[in-house]
Nanobody
Framework: QVQLVESGGGLVQAGGSLRLSCAAS????????MGWFRQAPGKEREFVAA????????YYADSVKGRFIISRDNAKNTVYLQLNSLEPEDSAVYYC????????????????????WGQGTQVTVSS
């Protein structure tokens, strides 16, 4: 299993942007599909975005489609999440996750679909 470390969270005003990074170590990064989830206080962890092993396909939750972009650099063992047009409702702890093997399209993904997790990075959007 890979070890994951997120960075890039912070405080931003509504309408602003952030870029989250997730650095992987200890495994074969390119063998893992990657995902981002988020969890707000009192709420369940929810799917945000996922990307296939090659980076050729990306999937998004409806709530972030058109605003967030997931990408990966297999040479740097890093996955990114670009957050644009942020809204206060996007405030949450954002978690990076890895899934060994392929990722097939589904309308959403669950935390149990991914086997390795980072510690999370806080994103706070002020109105």
């Amino acid at each position: 299993q890979v070890q994951l470390v997120e960075s890039g969270g912070g405080l931003v005003q509504a309408g602003g942007s952030l870029r989250l990074s997730c650095a992987a170590s200890g495994g074969t990064f390119s063998s893992n599909a990657m995902g981002w989830f988020r969890q707000a206080p009192g709420k369940e962890r929810e799917f945000v975005a996922a990307i296939t092993r090659s980076g050729g396909s990306a999937y998004y939750a409806d709530s972030v489609k058109g605003r967030f972009i997931i990408s990966r650099d297999n040479a740097k063992n890093t996955v990114y999440l670009q957050l644009n047009s942020l809204e206060p409702e996007d405030s949450a702890v954002y978690y990076c996750a890895a899934r060994a093997g392929p990722l097939y399209y589904r309308s959403t993904y669950h935390a149990g679909d991914f086997g390795s997790w980072g510690q999370g990075t806080q994103v706070t959007v002020s109105s």
